[in-house]
């Protein structure tokens, strides 16, 4: 019996414990290419513009996008100084 439940507390622990899956969108870059394939794509974010992503996604089954979780820094917003 102990044998038994030594048994099932392993496999449970084992599958929970299953690996995480990485972050897809890598905020420290602004463009990413999203590649297109039979057993699954991809998307890698390590491009700095859209140019960069062009010439590598030619002539391959993959599209270039905005990372819509591209951390632009600190940069605030410039104050306007107007006459009133």
Same mark, same amino acid.
Request: with cysteine; net charge positive; proline share 6%.
């Given at each position: 019996?102990?044998?038994?439940? +030594?048994?099932?507390?392993?496999? %449970?622990?084992?599958?929970?414990? !299953?690996?995480? /899956? =990485?972050?897809?969108?890598?905020? *420290?870059?602004?463009?990413?290419?999203?590649?297109?394939?039979?057993?699954?794509?991809?998307?890698? +974010?390590?491009?700095?513009?859209? %140019?960069?992503?062009?010439?590598? !996604?030619?002539? /391959? =089954?993959?599209?270039?996008?905005? *990372?819509?979780?591209?951390?632009?820094?600190?940069?605030?917003?410039?104050?306007?100084?107007?006459?009133?």
């Amino acid at each position: 019996m102990r044998v038994l439940a +030594c048994t099932i507390l392993t496999i %449970a622990t084992v599958l929970v414990a !299953a690996p995480a /899956r =990485a972050q897809t969108y890598d905020p *420290n870059y602004p463009v990413c290419i999203q590649t297109y394939a039979i057993g699954g794509g991809s998307i890698d +974010c390590s491009y700095t513009s859209l %140019a960069q992503c062009a010439a590598t !996604a030619s002539g /391959r =089954a993959a599209q270039c996008l905005n *990372n819509p979780y591209f951390a632009q820094g600190d940069r605030k917003l410039p104050r306007h100084r107007g006459v009133y």
